[in-house]
Protein backbone atom coordinates (compact mmCIF):
# COMPACT_ATOMS: atom_id res chain seq x y z
CA UNK A 1 0.00 0.00 0.00
CA UNK A 2 1.04 3.73 -0.44
CA UNK A 3 2.71 5.30 2.79
CA UNK A 4 1.34 8.66 4.23
CA UNK A 5 4.19 10.77 3.04
CA UNK A 6 3.61 14.09 2.18
CA UNK A 7 4.52 16.94 -0.58
CA UNK A 8 6.74 19.07 0.00
CA UNK A 9 3.34 21.85 0.20
CA UNK A 10 2.45 19.70 2.87
CA UNK A 11 -0.60 17.28 1.66
CA UNK A 12 -0.94 14.21 0.20
CA UNK A 13 0.89 12.90 -3.48
CA UNK A 14 -1.55 12.82 -5.80
CA UNK A 15 -1.29 11.79 -9.60
CA UNK A 16 -0.49 14.82 -11.21
CA UNK A 17 2.61 15.31 -8.84
CA UNK A 18 4.54 13.07 -11.13
CA UNK A 19 3.62 14.51 -14.55
CA UNK A 20 6.12 16.61 -16.56
CA UNK A 21 6.40 17.38 -20.28
CA UNK A 22 8.66 15.17 -22.11
CA UNK A 23 9.26 16.05 -25.64
CA UNK A 24 8.41 13.12 -28.14
CA UNK A 25 12.01 13.25 -29.85
CA UNK A 26 13.48 12.59 -26.34
CA UNK A 27 12.17 8.63 -26.14
CA UNK A 28 14.77 6.33 -27.36
CA UNK A 29 13.83 4.33 -30.48
CA UNK A 30 16.98 2.44 -30.97
CA UNK A 31 19.73 2.04 -28.68
CA UNK A 32 23.05 3.96 -28.43
CA UNK A 33 25.40 2.01 -30.81
CA UNK A 34 27.44 0.49 -27.86
CA UNK A 35 25.65 -0.38 -24.93
CA UNK A 36 27.97 1.30 -22.25
CA UNK A 37 27.92 4.49 -24.72
CA UNK A 38 25.22 5.62 -22.96
CA UNK A 39 25.11 8.72 -21.08
CA UNK A 40 24.66 8.51 -17.06
CA UNK A 41 23.43 11.62 -14.83
CA UNK A 42 25.10 11.23 -11.47
CA UNK A 43 22.93 12.04 -9.47
CA UNK A 44 24.04 11.17 -6.58
CA UNK A 45 25.61 14.33 -4.84
CA UNK A 46 24.09 17.97 -4.66
CA UNK A 47 24.42 19.00 -8.00
CA UNK A 48 23.45 16.57 -11.42
CA UNK A 49 26.83 15.98 -12.99
CA UNK A 50 26.68 14.13 -17.00
CA UNK A 51 28.85 11.34 -17.63
CA UNK A 52 29.17 8.32 -20.03
CA UNK A 53 28.01 4.37 -18.51
CA UNK A 54 31.59 3.41 -18.56
CA UNK A 55 32.40 5.23 -16.04
CA UNK A 56 30.12 3.68 -13.49
CA UNK A 57 33.26 1.32 -12.12
CA UNK A 58 34.57 5.12 -10.99
CA UNK A 59 31.32 5.66 -9.08
CA UNK A 60 31.63 2.84 -7.02
CA UNK A 61 33.43 1.78 -4.02
CA UNK A 62 35.76 -1.56 -3.64
CA UNK A 63 33.19 -3.74 -1.58
CA UNK A 64 30.20 -2.42 -2.93
CA UNK A 65 27.52 -4.95 -3.95
CA UNK A 66 26.25 -4.85 -7.52
CA UNK A 67 22.73 -6.76 -7.71
CA UNK A 68 21.65 -7.63 -11.36
CA UNK A 69 18.02 -8.85 -12.82
CA UNK A 70 19.12 -12.16 -14.66
CA UNK A 71 15.79 -12.06 -16.17
CA UNK A 72 15.29 -13.09 -20.15
CA UNK A 73 12.72 -11.47 -22.15
CA UNK A 74 10.72 -13.65 -24.22
CA UNK A 75 9.91 -13.47 -27.95
CA UNK A 76 6.30 -12.63 -26.18
CA UNK A 77 4.32 -10.71 -29.28
CA UNK A 78 2.56 -13.62 -31.33
CA UNK A 79 0.54 -12.56 -34.59
CA UNK A 80 -2.25 -15.33 -35.45
CA UNK A 81 -5.83 -16.12 -36.37
CA UNK A 82 -9.29 -17.69 -35.60
CA UNK A 83 -10.94 -19.98 -37.45
CA UNK A 84 -13.37 -17.73 -38.72
CA UNK A 85 -9.68 -15.67 -40.51
CA UNK A 86 -10.01 -13.08 -37.89
CA UNK A 87 -6.78 -11.19 -36.84
CA UNK A 88 -5.31 -11.94 -33.39
CA UNK A 89 -1.94 -10.71 -31.73
CA UNK A 90 -1.32 -11.68 -28.49
CA UNK A 91 1.46 -10.97 -25.72
CA UNK A 92 2.18 -13.70 -23.48
CA UNK A 93 2.01 -12.43 -20.19
CA UNK A 94 3.33 -15.55 -18.50
CA UNK A 95 4.33 -19.19 -18.65
CA UNK A 96 2.66 -21.99 -16.29
CA UNK A 97 4.40 -24.50 -15.13
CA UNK A 98 3.14 -27.94 -16.71
CA UNK A 99 2.69 -31.90 -15.01
CA UNK A 100 2.88 -33.06 -19.18
CA UNK A 101 5.49 -33.05 -21.10
CA UNK A 102 3.57 -33.14 -24.70
CA UNK A 103 1.73 -29.74 -23.56
CA UNK A 104 2.47 -26.04 -22.42
CA UNK A 105 0.55 -23.54 -20.57
CA UNK A 106 0.80 -19.75 -20.43
CA UNK A 107 -1.38 -16.50 -19.76
CA UNK A 108 -1.60 -14.48 -22.46
CA UNK A 109 -3.32 -10.76 -23.43
CA UNK A 110 -5.46 -11.06 -26.57
CA UNK A 111 -6.07 -8.58 -29.16
CA UNK A 112 -8.89 -9.60 -31.78
CA UNK A 113 -12.25 -7.70 -32.96
CA UNK A 114 -14.26 -10.38 -31.14
CA UNK A 115 -12.06 -12.39 -28.20
CA UNK A 116 -11.60 -16.35 -29.34
CA UNK A 117 -14.35 -18.66 -27.52
CA UNK A 118 -13.32 -21.18 -24.87
CA UNK A 119 -12.72 -24.28 -26.47
CA UNK A 120 -11.51 -22.32 -29.72
CA UNK A 121 -8.12 -22.86 -31.46
CA UNK A 122 -6.17 -19.73 -32.41
CA UNK A 123 -3.11 -20.37 -35.09
CA UNK A 124 -0.09 -18.72 -34.73
CA UNK A 125 2.79 -18.14 -37.00
CA UNK A 126 1.00 -19.04 -39.88
CA UNK A 127 1.24 -22.34 -41.87
CA UNK A 128 4.39 -23.55 -40.18
CA UNK A 129 2.78 -22.66 -36.92
CA UNK A 130 1.21 -23.60 -33.93
CA UNK A 131 -2.15 -24.05 -32.75
CA UNK A 132 -3.13 -22.63 -28.93
CA UNK A 133 -6.60 -24.50 -27.43
CA UNK A 134 -8.05 -21.24 -25.33
CA UNK A 135 -9.05 -22.79 -22.31
CA UNK A 136 -10.79 -19.97 -20.84
CA UNK A 137 -10.56 -16.17 -19.12
CA UNK A 138 -7.72 -15.45 -16.18
CA UNK A 139 -6.05 -13.63 -13.91
CA UNK A 140 -7.64 -10.93 -11.16
CA UNK A 141 -10.08 -9.01 -13.77
CA UNK A 142 -10.45 -11.97 -16.42
CA UNK A 143 -8.30 -9.77 -18.99
CA UNK A 144 -5.72 -12.83 -19.57
CA UNK A 145 -6.62 -16.06 -21.67
CA UNK A 146 -5.44 -19.25 -20.36
CA UNK A 147 -3.56 -21.07 -23.71
CA UNK A 148 -2.67 -24.37 -24.07
CA UNK A 149 -0.24 -25.54 -26.91
CA UNK A 150 1.60 -28.72 -27.91
CA UNK A 151 5.30 -29.04 -27.38
CA UNK A 152 7.83 -26.92 -25.42
CA UNK A 153 5.79 -23.24 -25.01
CA UNK A 154 9.80 -21.75 -25.42
CA UNK A 155 10.44 -23.35 -28.03
CA UNK A 156 7.62 -21.83 -30.15
CA UNK A 157 7.97 -18.57 -28.74
CA UNK A 158 11.65 -18.68 -29.54
CA UNK A 159 10.50 -20.09 -33.11
CA UNK A 160 7.50 -17.88 -34.06
CA UNK A 161 7.23 -14.94 -31.52
CA UNK A 162 8.57 -11.58 -32.08
CA UNK A 163 10.63 -9.11 -29.17
CA UNK A 164 7.43 -7.23 -27.13
CA UNK A 165 9.14 -4.02 -27.67
CA UNK A 166 7.20 -1.59 -24.89
CA UNK A 167 4.40 0.91 -26.62
CA UNK A 168 6.17 3.93 -27.08
CA UNK A 169 8.88 2.55 -29.58
CA UNK A 170 7.07 2.78 -32.99
CA UNK A 171 9.05 0.77 -34.77
CA UNK A 172 8.43 -3.46 -35.77
CA UNK A 173 11.14 -5.86 -33.85
CA UNK A 174 13.87 -6.23 -35.99
CA UNK A 175 17.14 -8.66 -35.14
CA UNK A 176 18.97 -5.58 -33.70
CA UNK A 177 16.07 -5.66 -31.17
CA UNK A 178 16.43 -9.69 -30.50
CA UNK A 179 19.91 -8.64 -28.92
CA UNK A 180 19.93 -5.27 -27.41
CA UNK A 181 16.29 -5.60 -25.85
CA UNK A 182 18.31 -8.31 -23.93
CA UNK A 183 20.87 -7.98 -20.81
CA UNK A 184 24.20 -9.80 -21.39
CA UNK A 185 23.73 -11.72 -18.64
CA UNK A 186 19.76 -12.88 -19.04
CA UNK A 187 19.62 -16.63 -18.11
CA UNK A 188 16.04 -17.52 -16.94
CA UNK A 189 13.35 -16.83 -19.30
CA UNK A 190 10.04 -15.63 -18.07
CA UNK A 191 10.09 -11.80 -18.95
CA UNK A 192 7.70 -9.38 -21.29
CA UNK A 193 9.80 -6.91 -20.59
CA UNK A 194 13.48 -5.53 -20.29
CA UNK A 195 14.91 -5.17 -16.55
CA UNK A 196 16.29 -2.00 -19.14
CA UNK A 197 18.80 -0.33 -16.55
CA UNK A 198 21.01 -3.60 -17.10
CA UNK A 199 20.90 -3.36 -21.13
CA UNK A 200 23.63 -0.29 -20.86
CA UNK A 201 26.30 -2.94 -19.35
CA UNK A 202 29.04 -4.90 -21.69
CA UNK A 203 31.53 -7.42 -20.50
CA UNK A 204 33.70 -4.41 -20.60
CA UNK A 205 32.07 -2.73 -18.06
CA UNK A 206 31.80 -6.05 -15.50
CA UNK A 207 35.33 -6.40 -16.22
CA UNK A 208 36.19 -3.05 -14.60
CA UNK A 209 33.84 -3.32 -12.08
CA UNK A 210 35.06 -6.74 -10.89
CA UNK A 211 38.69 -5.01 -10.93
CA UNK A 212 37.52 -1.77 -8.92
CA UNK A 213 36.69 -4.85 -6.43
CA UNK A 214 32.74 -4.73 -6.90
CA UNK A 215 30.92 -7.50 -6.02
CA UNK A 216 27.99 -8.67 -8.18
CA UNK A 217 24.91 -10.45 -7.46
CA UNK A 218 21.53 -11.43 -8.71
CA UNK A 219 17.79 -12.13 -8.73
CA UNK A 220 14.87 -13.06 -10.67
CA UNK A 221 11.91 -11.00 -11.41
CA UNK A 222 10.13 -11.68 -14.37
CA UNK A 223 8.68 -8.27 -15.95
CA UNK A 224 5.37 -8.46 -16.84
CA UNK A 225 3.40 -6.38 -19.42
CA UNK A 226 1.69 -4.70 -15.97
CA UNK A 227 4.97 -2.65 -16.24
CA UNK A 228 3.27 -0.25 -19.08
CA UNK A 229 0.12 0.05 -16.78
CA UNK A 230 -1.08 3.35 -16.25
CA UNK A 231 -2.27 4.95 -12.93
CA UNK A 232 -5.96 5.93 -13.88
CA UNK A 233 -6.62 6.96 -10.24
CA UNK A 234 -5.20 10.58 -9.09
CA UNK A 235 -5.60 9.02 -5.11
CA UNK A 236 -2.43 6.49 -5.55
CA UNK A 237 -3.90 4.64 -2.47
CA UNK A 238 -6.97 3.38 -4.82
CA UNK A 239 -3.77 2.12 -7.63
CA UNK A 240 -3.53 -1.88 -7.64
CA UNK A 241 -0.38 -3.24 -8.87
CA UNK A 242 0.57 -6.07 -10.81
CA UNK A 243 1.49 -9.41 -9.67
CA UNK A 244 5.34 -10.63 -10.51
CA UNK A 245 7.03 -13.48 -9.65
CA UNK A 246 10.52 -12.98 -8.51
CA UNK A 247 13.18 -14.95 -6.50
CA UNK A 248 16.11 -14.04 -4.14
CA UNK A 249 18.43 -16.93 -3.91
CA UNK A 250 19.96 -17.74 -0.57
CA UNK A 251 23.51 -16.77 -2.62
CA UNK A 252 22.86 -13.73 -3.05
CA UNK A 253 21.28 -13.15 0.74
CA UNK A 254 24.52 -14.08 2.03
CA UNK A 255 26.58 -11.51 -0.67
CA UNK A 256 24.41 -8.74 0.81
CA UNK A 257 24.95 -9.83 4.58
CA UNK A 258 28.84 -9.84 3.02
CA UNK A 259 28.76 -6.82 2.07
CA UNK A 260 26.98 -4.92 5.30
CA UNK A 261 29.71 -6.63 6.90
CA UNK A 262 32.29 -5.00 5.17
CA UNK A 263 30.62 -2.00 5.01
CA UNK A 264 29.75 -1.85 1.19
CA UNK A 265 26.99 -0.47 -0.18
CA UNK A 266 23.92 -2.62 -2.01
CA UNK A 267 23.76 -1.30 -5.67
CA UNK A 268 20.46 -2.28 -7.65
CA UNK A 269 20.55 -2.66 -11.23
CA UNK A 270 17.33 -1.30 -11.74
CA UNK A 271 13.79 -1.20 -10.40
CA UNK A 272 12.95 -4.54 -11.01
CA UNK A 273 15.91 -5.65 -8.97
CA UNK A 274 15.19 -3.24 -6.61
CA UNK A 275 11.03 -4.53 -5.78
CA UNK A 276 12.56 -7.66 -5.59
CA UNK A 277 14.78 -7.13 -2.91
CA UNK A 278 12.89 -4.97 -0.80
CA UNK A 279 9.75 -7.14 -1.32
CA UNK A 280 11.76 -9.92 -0.17
CA UNK A 281 12.71 -7.99 2.88
CA UNK A 282 8.97 -7.01 3.62
CA UNK A 283 8.87 -10.95 3.86
CA UNK A 284 11.19 -11.69 5.89
CA UNK A 285 9.83 -9.44 8.58
CA UNK A 286 11.71 -8.65 11.70
CA UNK A 287 14.34 -10.82 11.66
CA UNK A 288 15.37 -9.17 8.64
CA UNK A 289 16.50 -10.71 4.67
CA UNK A 290 18.24 -14.50 6.33
CA UNK A 291 17.09 -16.66 3.89
CA UNK A 292 16.13 -17.44 0.08
CA UNK A 293 13.15 -16.29 -0.50
CA UNK A 294 10.78 -16.29 -4.00
CA UNK A 295 6.92 -15.65 -4.30
CA UNK A 296 4.57 -13.25 -5.77
CA UNK A 297 5.08 -9.14 -4.72
CA UNK A 298 2.61 -6.72 -5.78
CA UNK A 299 4.64 -4.09 -4.32
CA UNK A 300 3.54 -0.30 -4.46
CA UNK A 301 6.49 1.80 -3.66
CA UNK A 302 5.75 5.91 -3.38
CA UNK A 303 7.40 8.45 -1.47
CA UNK A 304 7.24 7.68 2.60
CA UNK A 305 8.50 3.84 1.76
CA UNK A 306 11.21 2.72 4.76
CA UNK A 307 13.74 1.03 2.36
CA UNK A 308 15.78 -1.90 4.35
CA UNK A 309 17.98 -3.32 1.57
CA UNK A 310 19.09 -1.20 -1.45
CA UNK A 311 21.50 1.78 -0.96
CA UNK A 312 22.40 3.35 -4.65
CA UNK A 313 20.11 2.52 -7.37
CA UNK A 314 20.80 2.60 -11.32
CA UNK A 315 17.87 3.58 -13.62
CA UNK A 316 16.77 4.22 -17.13
CA UNK A 317 14.27 7.62 -17.08
CA UNK A 318 10.63 6.45 -16.78
CA UNK A 319 7.13 7.35 -18.05
CA UNK A 320 5.46 10.75 -16.58
CA UNK A 321 2.85 9.87 -13.71
CA UNK A 322 3.90 5.97 -13.55
CA UNK A 323 4.56 3.73 -10.54
CA UNK A 324 8.18 3.88 -11.63
CA UNK A 325 8.28 7.95 -11.21
CA UNK A 326 6.83 7.38 -7.79
CA UNK A 327 9.77 4.30 -7.22
CA UNK A 328 12.65 6.64 -7.55
CA UNK A 329 10.87 9.38 -5.95
CA UNK A 330 10.33 7.42 -3.19
CA UNK A 331 14.16 6.31 -2.99
CA UNK A 332 16.20 9.14 -3.89
CA UNK A 333 13.49 12.54 -2.88
CA UNK A 334 10.60 14.03 -4.22
CA UNK A 335 12.60 17.40 -5.02
CA UNK A 336 15.74 15.84 -6.21
CA UNK A 337 14.13 13.64 -8.39
CA UNK A 338 12.25 15.99 -10.36
CA UNK A 339 15.45 18.53 -10.55
CA UNK A 340 17.02 15.61 -12.06
CA UNK A 341 14.52 15.06 -14.61
CA UNK A 342 14.27 18.63 -16.06
CA UNK A 343 18.05 18.51 -15.89
CA UNK A 344 17.81 15.70 -18.00
CA UNK A 345 15.16 16.88 -20.23
CA UNK A 346 17.08 20.26 -20.68
CA UNK A 347 20.39 18.67 -21.27
CA UNK A 348 18.76 16.41 -24.08
CA UNK A 349 18.86 12.81 -22.60
CA UNK A 350 17.40 9.94 -24.14
CA UNK A 351 14.10 8.29 -21.95
CA UNK A 352 12.84 4.93 -21.20
CA UNK A 353 13.76 1.72 -22.80
CA UNK A 354 16.31 2.15 -24.96
CA UNK A 355 17.40 5.80 -23.18
CA UNK A 356 20.10 6.78 -20.74
CA UNK A 357 20.71 6.20 -17.37
CA UNK A 358 20.28 7.81 -13.85
CA UNK A 359 22.70 6.91 -10.77
CA UNK A 360 20.61 7.56 -7.55
CA UNK A 361 21.21 7.59 -3.66
CA UNK A 362 19.06 6.83 -0.89
CA UNK A 363 17.66 10.04 0.55
Not at 168 to 186: C, K, L
Not at 323 to 337: D, I, K, N, R
Amino acid sequence: MPSSALHPHGRPFQLADFDFHLPAELIAQHPAPERSASRLLDGTGLLPVDRVFRALPTLLRPGDLLVFNDTRVLKARLFGEKPTGGAVEALVERLLPSTDARHGEMLAHLRASKSPREGSTVRFGGADGFDALVLGRAGPDGSLFHLRVEGDPLVLLERHGHVPLPPYITHDDAPEDAERYQTVFARQPGAVAAPTAALHFDEGVLAALAAAGVARAHVTLHVGAGTFQPVRTENLSEHRMHSEWYDVPQTTVEAIAACRARGGRVVSVGTTTLRALESAARHAGRGGLAQAVSGETDIFITPGFHFQVVDVLLTNFHLPKSTLMMLVSAFAGYPQVMALYRHAIETGYRFFSYGDAMLLQRA
